[in-house]
């Protein structure tokens, strides 16, 4: 399914796409757009990279929107947290590509787990840095990279498809190939982005939410306030700047849009919500949380 | 053998004793404590006998012990670091066999565990790049098990000779463990003060190597006991951790 997107990228890049503008003072495509218009833009089948990490700053408006939709037999692509519970629960996910699946306060995210312990979906488990090593292969558009990880692991028992190579030069040691993840699309929540595509995120870590967007056809970042491009440093140093509009798609404006994960600084993790989705039946907490104008 | 334990060092603090001896002389690498008393052992090795580690928030920053800022390491510059080798890890495990192979994803098949747990995180790339050692707070037959479900860390049969894989101990609540065997099998290293060479080895899934002396888990020094009580861990959340 990797590459179905070129079309709508293209799109972007030459201001076709339905939505899209041309700002008035500058000529730079105007990407802003709803959670609605980015699910109209994704399809079923699709390879879905969602940044964050565990449960913190994860795309939740959009998971939510994703949720809304009929879109399913996804590939989700993910450093996982409720997101892929979620997913999972309401059965969109065909296959998930992770190293694991975590609420952080809640070390096991129970609804991935039922899916798994009952066998619900199909799991590509990486290690870490293989999953890092394959999200900068794509991003490089490299075939693969290798990583000093995972040989001598069940990794490799249970991802057959794995290939290692083995150095060209004197030391002749051999690693694991780590294929590209290349993603028809990127899911990621930031704290400012401008209407232009730039993403600025003002807590710790960046995760790896620009590598996302860089191994993706098309990204779709959103974000808790659109402010004007000058506003993005006004109070805070060019480095926060984590994504480039160049491999950005549409902007979101979602003002807790990563609840009830954490966006800091913008606000912690709201483990109240966190505790009710972890210990309510899917069904149940889902009819509250879809609902027309649920909390946010 | 006869108890040589001062009635007014806990368990817990025998623990942390343990866990921070696995930092020492390590010089200026990080350390990289999973669970709470290997988190005071490290902060306690920081702070007496190997002045030069590096410690973290838990999340993006590296800090002193009294958690001043020196500098940031979010995951992506964590997971390069470890490739660096710059790092000793202490990480938890769900199952753990003789050679030292550890799990941590799933319980039961993999294809359709009986429990799915983490998954298998950053322990294959861990223990291919960094010294490695174990924190099991409680030491039963459910962890050491003959055989692993699925292979997270590398234990050293399934090493390979690979560059940088290094097991160096596994820290319980009854004891220290380590690979100094010819096979590098596990064996008895040390018996925390009260426990009996039988009792580790009953709670143990496999024959383990033990010497014809096993020596007690060592002391700590006044000094090293004021830290724990007093500065790392006044609220004695330890004892949650290992309440024996």
């Not at chain 1, 309401?90 to 798994?116: C, K, M």
């Not at chain 2, 490695?132 to 037959?141: D, E, F, G, N, V």
Request: glycine share 10%; hydrophobic share 40%.
């Amino acid at each position: 399914m990797t590459g179905a997107m070129t079309g709508a990228a293209t799109g972007a890049a030459t201001g076709v796409m339905t939505g899209v503008t041309t700002g008035a003072t500058t000529g730079a495509a105007d990407k802003t757009m709803t959670a609605e218009d980015v699910v109209a833009r994704l399809a079923s089948g699709m390879t879905i990279g969602i940044g964050g990490w565990g449960s913190r700053r994860k795309p939740m408006a959009l998971v939510r929107a994703l949720l809304r939709s009929e879109i399913t037999d996804l590939t989700v692509v993910s450093c996982g947290g409720p997101d892929v519970g979620m997913l999972a629960a309401a059965g969109r996910i065909r296959r998930l590509i992770a190293p694991f699946v975590t609420l952080d306060s809640i070390p096991l995210e129970p609804n991935y787990r039922a899916a798994r312990e009952q066998g619900r979906l199909q799991l590509t488990e990486y290690d870490e840095a293989m999953f890092l090593w394959g999200l900068r292969a794509a991003a490089s558009r490299l075939p693969f990279l290798p990583v000093r990880a995972g040989l001598g692991s069940d990794v490799m028992r249970v991802n057959p498809h794995l290939r290692t190579v083995t150095s060209p030069y004197d030391d002749g040691e051999t690693f694991v190939a780590v294929p590209a993840l290349r993603l028809d699309a990127a899911l990621v929540h930031v704290n400012r982005a401008d209407r232009r595509g730039n993403g600025q995120y003002l807590g710790p870590d960046p995760y790896f939410d620009d590598l996302f967007c860089e191994a993706a056809e098309t990204a779709y970042v959103s974000c808790e306030r659109i402010v004007d491009t000058a506003e993005l440093t006004k109070d805070a140093p060019p480095q926060t700047l984590l994504i480039q509009r160049h491999r950005v798609t549409g902007v979101i404006e979602a003002p807790h849009g990563a609840h009830f994960t954490s966006c800091a600084p913008d606000y912690g993790r709201d483990e109240d919500e966190q505790r009710a989705y972890a210990t309510t039946p899917w069904p149940q907490f889902a009819a509250r949380y879809l609902a027309d104008g649920g909390t946010p | 053998m006869t108890a040589r334990r001062d009635p007014a060092v806990t368990r817990a603090e025998y623990c942390v004793i343990a866990c921070a001896e696995t930092w020492r002389g390590a010089g200026e690498v990080l350390a990289s404590p999973m669970g709470l008393i290997p988190s005071l052992g490290a902060r306690l090795a920081r702070l007496t006998f190997s002045p030069d580690l590096l410690l973290t928030d838990g999340e993006a920053l590296l800090v002193g012990p009294d958690g001043t800022v020196e500098g940031w390491l979010p995951y992506r510059r964590h997971l390069t670091l470890v490739t660096g080798g710059r790092r000793h890890v202490m990480m938890g495990a769900s199952q753990l066999d003789r050679h030292g192979n550890q799990n941590i994803a799933c319980i039961g098949d993999w294809a359709q565990p009986r429990r799915q747990l983490l998954g298998v995180r950053g322990a294959p790339v861990n223990t291919l790049n960094n010294p490695t050692s174990y924190w099991i707070p409680r030491h039963s037959r459910r962890v050491f098990v003959p055989r692993v479900d699925m292979v997270c860390g590398v234990g050293n049969d399934r090493a390979d000779g690979a560059r940088f894989h290094r097991l160096v101990r596994v820290v319980t609540d009854l004891g220290v463990l380590d690979f100094a065997t010819p096979d590098g099998s596990m064996r008895l290293a040390s018996l925390h003060p009260g426990v009996s060479v039988e009792e580790v080895q009953e709670a143990t899934g496999f024959p383990l190597t033990v010497p014809d002396e096993a020596p007690y888990t060592r002391e700590p020094t006044a000094e090293e006991l004021r830290l724990i009580r007093e500065e790392i861990d006044p609220g004695n959340t330890r004892a949650r951790e290992v309440d024996h």
